[in-house]
């Protein structure tokens, strides 16, 4: 089992950045992919972002490319989402998840989540 803690969540001006991070613990050897996900009050969550471990290939949600970035530190284990240009609609709960060799098609160990608000 892997452990994900984020940070980095706050409040900021539409237009502005905000950077989350996620470090993981436990078992971070067996980590295949790590992504971003949100969940906005009233909504079901959703992707944004996912970053593999090895190769470092990513992909983004659309409502989100060139916004943002994902990028992740294998010596700290730790992975980023670097938002720029946020808009009010940005505004949820950002969870990081990993996949790990146990079952790398899903997402199964969870963080506890960041709020990020933008206002207009």
């Known amino acids: 089992q892997v452990q994900l803690v984020e940070s980095g969540g706050g409040l900021v001006q539409a237009g502005g950045s905000l950077r989350l991070s996620c470090a993981a613990s436990?078992?971070?050897?067996?980590?295949?992919?790590m992504g971003w996900f949100r969940q906005a009050p009233g909504k079901e969550r959703e992707f944004v972002s996912t970053?593999?471990?090895?190769?470092?290939?990513?992909s983004y949600a659309d409502s989100v490319k060139g916004r943002f970035t994902i990028s992740r530190d294998n010596a700290k284990s730790t992975v980023y989402l670097q938002m720029n240009s946020l808009i009010p609609e940005d505004t949820a709960v950002y969870y990081c998840?990993?996949?790990?060799?146990?079952?790398?098609?899903?997402?199964?160990?969870w963080g506890q989540g960041t709020q990020v608000t933008v206002s207009s």
């Open positions: 998840a990993a996949r790990t060799a146990t079952n790398p098609f899903r997402y199964d160990d």
């Open positions: 436990g078992r971070t050897f067996s980590i295949y992919a």
């Open positions: 970053i593999t471990w090895s190769s470092g290939s990513t």
